[in-house]
């Protein structure tokens, strides 16, 4: 290789003794590598998972801490979710459905909807009572259909278990019918111990998610 001319008109920019080198140049240290996109995925994952837990868990101990005060909004929530679904369904009734006795029952729904959700809002009381027979009679409905789906289907897998939770769910639609208020505490309760676990596991797991997270290289 010769020497590189010099002169007035020759410069760095002319030197060709780099042309053949194949050597891959090294970035400057004063720039970043940039993120991948699975390096990135991987760092929000447990972020994501992590502040789910955070969440489950503080409103699982506002739960057993202020279960008062829980029910009260649940039976608000409760009742701004009839409101909701009620206007929606008197819309349904004039707009989407063609046939008569569909544009009928969809305006009955959604105006016992409407009225139940008013109804909500008349006391605390009012709205925890709807609430209760409102997931008395889900359990009851669901309790019968999965017993009965179990006890005709005899290739339904685990069927056993199936029509012993189907009766289970039976019994426990009966006694939030019968005693609402005192079995809308009791699930309350275990409504707020369930967060409290949920949140601890999602926490665990987002710690153990973020050590793997640690091992994938940031180029990816």
């Known amino acids: 290789m010769t020497e590189a001319p010099s002169g007035p008109s020759w410069g760095p920019e002319f030197d060709d003794r780099r042309a053949h080198d194949t050597r891959v140049p090294r970035p400057p240290h004063d720039e970043q590598e940039l993120e991948g996109p699975l390096f990135a995925l991987s ?7 992590l502040l789910t837990g955070v969440a489950s ?15 009260f909004a649940a039976g608000i929530l409760f009742g701004v979710y009839l409101l909701i ?8 009734a004039f707009g989407t459905h063609r046939a008569t006795s569909l544009r009928v029952l969809a305006f009955i729904s959604g105006a016992l909807s409407i009225v139940l959700g008013l109804f909500c809002f008349r006391g605390p009381m009012q709205s925890i009572l709807l609430l209760a027979l409102w997931i008395g009679i889900g359990w009851l409905i669901r309790g019968i259909t999965q017993t009965l789906a179990a006890v005709h289907d005899k290739a339904m897998p685990a069927r056993g278990w199936q029509i012993f939770l189907g009766i289970v769910t039976f019994i ?9 208020f005192r079995s809308v505490a009791v699930l309350t309760l275990v409504c707020g111990i369930w967060l409290v676990a949920v949140g601890v596991v999602e926490i665990v797991t987002a710690v153990r998610m973020r050590s793997h997270a640690k091992k994938v290289p940031q180029s990816l």
């Open 43 to 49: 760092k929000a994952a447990w972020q994501v998972v």
């Open 57 to 71: 868990l503080i409103l699982g101990v506002l739960v057993l801490v202020w279960p008062g005060a829980s029910l």
């Open 85 to 92: 679904s009620g206007v929606f369904q008197l819309v349904a």
């Open 172 to 180: 426990a639609g009966i006694v939030l019918i019968d005693s609402p």
